[in-house]
């Protein structure tokens, strides 16, 4: 056995095709086509107080990420929550997250997408570093710059994350803690692993409209949704570019696993006073009233 796998700790449990097994020993077939050709779709869910956060988005876009593979749910979106929530108990987590992955199983290799596949689907939970993320948002985060060489259908959440992985390691090296990818006009597209926002000098909050360069962040959508019940925070969904976000006023990114983080510096350069700015906050504090508000109700 890897270090690696030997580094899981044990108790923990996780889900594959039904059952719940010790976490360290559960797996799937070689041959699995999530393996072989990244044939697969996930998602990352954040648990909060033992709570699922915006559980419907991330089971809707399950959805569409599969459909535009051409795979079924492998079960109804209430039966995933049950799991979900199964799992969650399992392995006592308080707050961290849950990842599900499903892809179109195991075949012979063959680049041909085979017809009525057997889908493997499997869960994980694993608990957050709370203290981490607080401090990342009480400090904020550089980010670093970099090509995006990702394909063209960004929008299905595939686990083909190659270029997201390189370039999270390399802003790593950089002392940067995410990368912002760049297309070929010079236009920022999103984080390897988080939606991108900036906030102009007129107080106008700017995030990349959607289409297949980005991924629909569900946290994206829970701040939009947030800005749309107060005044003063004009949202504009549109592409930037490097050179408008160096001269923002402030910067943030969102996504399941942080919420909403500020940025402080983008290559090396401080925005504005270099501090943590108060539009962030405020959308950070909109955007845990609603998801507040939707796990009580
Ligand atoms: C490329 C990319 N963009 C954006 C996001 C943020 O999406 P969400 O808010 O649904 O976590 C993620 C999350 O993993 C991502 O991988």
């Known amino acids: 056995m890897s270090n690696h796998r030997r580094s899981f700790p044990s108790g923990r449990i996780a889900y594959v095709n039904g059952r719940y097994l010790p976490h360290a020993g559960a797996c799937v077939h070689i041959e699995d086509r999530g393996l072989q050709f990244a044939d697969s779709v996930y998602e990352v869910c954040a648990v909060l107080d033992g709570h699922l956060i915006d559980e419907q988005g991330h089971t809707e876009r399950l959805g569409r990420s599969l459909n535009a593979l051409q795979m ?20 006592r987590l308080r707050n961290g997250l849950v990842y599900l992955q499903v892809t179109r199983g195991a075949y ?18 694993r608990s957050m570093n709370v203290a981490a993320v607080e401090k990342r948002r009480s400090e904020g985060i ?16 595939t686990t083909g994350l190659l270029p997201n992985t390189l370039a999270k390691s390399e802003a790593r090296k950089r002392g940067a803690f995410e990368a ?13 692993s988080a939606n991108a926002w900036i906030v102009t000098g007129d107080g106008v909050l700017v995030t ?14 829970g701040v939009l949704t947030a800005l749309k019940s107060v005044t003063g925070l004009p949202v504009e ?3 930037f570019s490097v050179d408008e976000a160096l001269t923002a006023k402030e910067a943030f ?23 943590p700015g108060a539009v962030a906050r405020k959308v950070h504090e909109l955007y845990s009233r609603l998801t507040a508000a939707t796990v009580a109700a």
């Open 180 to 192: 912002w990818l760049v297309d070929s006009d010079f236009m920022i597209t999103e984080g390897t």
């Open 72 to 91: 079924e749910m492998p079960m109804r979106p209430a039966a995933l929550g049950i799991v979900m929530r199964e799992l969650i108990r399992r392995n």
């Open 142 to 157: 550089a980010v670093v710059t970099l090509p995006d060489l990702r394909w063209g259908r960004c929008d299905i959440k």
């Open 253 to 275: 990114i969102t996504s399941a696993s942080g919420g909403v983080i500020p940025v402080v510096s983008i290559d090396g350069k401080p925005l504005g006073d270099g501090k």
């Open 237 to 239: 969904q549109r592409p």
């Open 108 to 125: 012979r290799r063959d680049h041909v997408i085979p017809g009525n596949p057997e889908l493997s689907v499997m869960m994980t939970a």
């Open 208 to 221: 990349r409209n959607l289409s297949h360069n980005i991924l629909a962040g569900v946290t994206r959508a």
